[in-house]
């Protein structure tokens, strides 16, 4: 066991330190949810992969740094410790490029990959639906097989930022007489501008337009837009959800950086004589610090070649609820000016709120735990 | 001692529940976080004819009270169709005019109870303690006066400052707060000195006693409403062919939100009936108040989560009841004042 860096993740830290010094913008941009902040954040993007900072675990090819995940971490905690912006690439930079990477053909990867990288392109997830959410593989978007592609066709919703976003990808029912519901659906990608599409923004809970339902009427989308082979979109999907809520949606530096700025709040709002709150921002310290050791471990054990499995779960339930128990200690220093929308921690706080519910319900992810991770026999579903 | 309502004070409840429920208050609440308050005050003026604002002021000014608890039951209520507005405030202010009355000052009770008791009239109220206006220089006193709750659409503004009652003569910029119905301002300073002395303060304590048993209230309703609502979610949506409600996850998280709003409910009638009898309940009003605070913040979890994502939204009604539990929780005393207080009570 060795909590030492090594001479060149040191070296990759100076130099990730020293370009972000010198470009993080000294005022954040406006929200990643809203029409403006989008375009701010896109930018920025821009920057970033311009430099080659934005997805630095990518191949150089596709316009990445080739790092390890323990560069990835390094990397992650000195981008948050910058106070740098929001990332507003996350679903394809996380979801669809591992997709790609284990699934797709070269000229997808060659195709797709560097416009994301840039934040040209910027993707949306559409998976869910009204009627799908848990119980994703019941989804009844259909794909319907047609000259040289597929037309899509049927509702898709809850697709975070499509309101602004360029194209998405998802999982569409393409063999309705399959057997089972896990059986018979396609992952495709398609343009969300493309004729037969309708998005209509859907406020959050702040009012602001976070993400949007689909309205899908017979879109077409070419063949070469299909990933894996057809009837295989489940196994594909379930491959890569691993991704969203493993180690690479929520960094150990994100929430290092937050548990700092907390104590900086504490430090000038609080109430030192309130011992309960002065021991709640005790323990978002310490979390802060167990998630980064749990991740260490993680990634070392992946970099070892440990398949990752079941344990993205303890990952998501441990981040999900840390992040929100972080921000109502925030809040709850704040006393009173808490309330105001506009506060500095008022976003983070309405986001953290959703932490338990997407990229698996935490309900959800218990059950994952307790079946594969302890064993307890399989509960009615 | 039977600590159960009496058949009145059902009756009322349930007259002022139905009344609430054929009012379509959620249009109220959306037209009131937006351009329009007419919808709120025409709602206002339908309570004020159930006798909701007189319950604080004492007969002689057009009042029946005071009735703290007819008043908790009458805010559970209001909580339960979240009705908007300064209705805690105006409440506060009636019980500072009837105290200052009651000490002596009978001027500034005259002029303004009356129409505050037949609902003619709204009030908001900002406390600031002595010590928070003790020196400093004058933008440290100025953060240390609180927002006033619409201070934009109520009809009065008063202020205290220490030993001073001021009628404001307007107020600063509105801030945004995470509950849109919640419009929050400072009070301009200056205007007109109403009273002054040591009864002033022994007034506003009052004030603030009421205030927390409303506000109290008002929180035990919305984590009703949140938890009804829930429920009936919870039965309807079906995954993986089930009804969500059958999974345990889901049932016990539910139980105990019941648990926490069946447990803080006794403490918020405990506090209104020693308001009624006349001793100060200090620490019963406090523990009364974080209580149904923080069991409405937990109600207002749970329906975020059942509700899965669709909770997530402004569209669906339950935003309204969701984005109020903790604003609420926070006024008028937030849950480390009032542990503090518990425990003061105590020696
Ligand atoms: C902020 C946000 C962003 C999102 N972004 C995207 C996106 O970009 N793309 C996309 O496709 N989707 C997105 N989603 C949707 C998200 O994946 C779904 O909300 C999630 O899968 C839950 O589905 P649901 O909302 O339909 O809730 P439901 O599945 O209806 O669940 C309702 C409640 O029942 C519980 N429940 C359901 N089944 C069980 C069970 N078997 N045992 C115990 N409890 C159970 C759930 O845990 C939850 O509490 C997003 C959601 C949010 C909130």
Redesign the interface.
């Known amino acids: 066991m060795d909590l030492s860096y090594t001479r060149t993740e040191e070296a990759f830290r100076a130099e990730a330190r020293e370009w972000l010094r010198d470009h993080v913008p000294a005022e954040p941009p406006p929200s990643l949810e809203t029409a403006e902040g989008f375009a701010a954040h896109r930018a920025w993007e821009a920057e970033l992969a311009a430099a080659r900072w934005s997805v630095v675990s990518w191949p150089e090819e596709y316009g990445g740094r080739g790092v390890d995940l323990a560069r990835w971490l390094v990397f992650e905690e000195e981008y948050w410790a910058a106070g740098a912006p929001g990332r507003v690439s996350q679903n394809g930079v996380q979801l669809l490029a591992p997709t790609l990477f284990d699934h797709g053909t070269a000229e997808q990867r060659a195709r797709i990959l560097p416009p994301m990288a840039t934040g040209e392109t910027i993707w949306a997830q559409a998976w869910s639906e009204p009627e799908a959410g848990s119980d994703l593989a019941s989804l009844t978007s259909r794909a319907v097989r047609t000259d040289g592609g597929w037309l899509l066709s049927g509702l898709k919703t809850w697709s975070s930022r499509a309101a602004f976003a360029d194209r998405a990808f998802g999982i569409f029912r393409s063999d309705p007489e399959a057997d089972r519901p896990h059986r018979g659906l396609t992952y495709l990608m398609f343009d969300l501008r493309a004729r037969g599409v309708t998005v209509r923004p859907i406020g959050r809970l702040d009012g602001k337009p976070a993400f949007a339902e689909l309205f899908l009427d017979e879109v077409f989308v070419p063949d070469e837009d299909v990933i894996g082979e057809p009837g295989q979109g489940w196994r594909i999907a379930m491959s890569t959800t691993g991704n969203e809520r493993g180690l690479m949606l929520r960094s150990p530096g994100r929430f290092l950086a937050a548990a700092d700025r907390l104590v900086r709040l504490w430090r000038s709002e609080g109430d030192p004589g309130d011992p309960a709150l002065r021991e709640r921002v005790a323990d978002a310290v310490i979390g802060a610090r167990a998630y980064q050791l749990f991740t260490a471990g993680a990634a070392a054990r992946l970099a070892a070649g440990a398949p990752s499995g079941a344990e993205s779960s303890l990952n998501k339930v441990f981040w999900s609820e840390y992040d929100l128990a972080l921000h109502e200690t925030a809040l709850d220093l704040l006393g009173p000016e808490g309330e105001l929308a506009d506060g500095a921690w008022a976003e983070g706080y309405v986001f953290s709120l959703a932490g338990p519910l997407y990229a698996g319900t935490n309900e959800i992810q218990r059950d994952i735990i307790a079946e594969r991770l302890l064993g307890l026999p399989k509960g009615r579903r | 001692m039977t600590f159960l309502p009496t058949g009145e004070q059902l009756a009322f409840a349930r007259s002022l529940d139905a009344m609430l429920a054929a009012a379509d208050t959620p249009a109220a609440v959306r037209a009131w976080a937006g351009d329009d308050p007419d919808p709120g005050r025409a709602l206002w003026g339908r309570l004020a004819e159930a006798g909701v604002c007189a319950l604080a002021v004492p007969e002689e000014y057009e009042g029946m009270g005071p009735l703290p608890v007819e008043l908790a039951h009458a805010f559970v209520a209001l909580g339960r169709h979240a009705v908007p507005g300064p209705v805690v405030e105006t409440v506060a202010a009636a019980v500072l005019l009837g105290e200052l009355a009651r000490l002596g000052d009978r001027g500034p009770a005259k002029r303004l109870l009356p129409a505050l008791a037949t609902g003619e009239r709204t009030a908001t109220l900002a406390l600031a303690g002595a010590e928070d206006v003790r020196g400093g220089t004058e933008d440290v006193r100025e953060r240390a006066l609180?927002?006033a709750l619409d201070a934009d659409r109520a009809d009065t503004v008063l202020v205290v400052r220490g030993e001073r009652l001021w009628r404001a003569p307007g107020h600063g910029p509105v801030?945004?707060?995470?509950?849109?119905a919640?419009r929050?301002a400072r009070p301009a300073s200056g205007g007109e000195l109403l009273a002054e002395g040591p009864a002033v303060a022994v007034a506003a304590e009052r004030a603030r006693r009421w205030a927390m048993l409303a506000t109290a209230a008002q929180s035990l309703g919305v984590g009703l409403a949140l938890l009804d609502r829930t429920v009936a979610y919870a039965r309807q949506r079906s995954?993986?062919?089930?009804p969500i409600g059958?999974?345990?996850?889901?049932k016990h998280r539910l139980a105990d939100t019941l648990l926490a709003l069946e447990f803080a409910r006794p403490l918020l009638f405990g506090a209104a009936v020693g308001l009624a009898d006349g001793h100060a309940p200090d620490g019963d009003l406090a523990a009364a108040k974080v209580t149904t605070g923080e069991a409405a913040y937990t109600a207002a979890r749970t329906a975020?989560?059942i509700h899965?994502?669709i909770g997530?939204?402004?569209?669906l009604a339950l935003?309204l009841w969701?984005?109020k539990a903790?604003?609420l929780r926070?006024?008028w005393g937030?849950?480390?004042t009032c542990?503090?207080a518990v425990l003061r009570a105590c020696s």
């Open positions: 609180p927002y801030r945004a707060s995470a509950d849109p919640r929050l995954q993986f062919g089930t059958a999974f345990q996850a889901v975020l989560q899965g994502a997530y939204t402004e569209e935003s969701l984005r903790r604003p926070d006024a937030d849950p480390a542990r503090a």
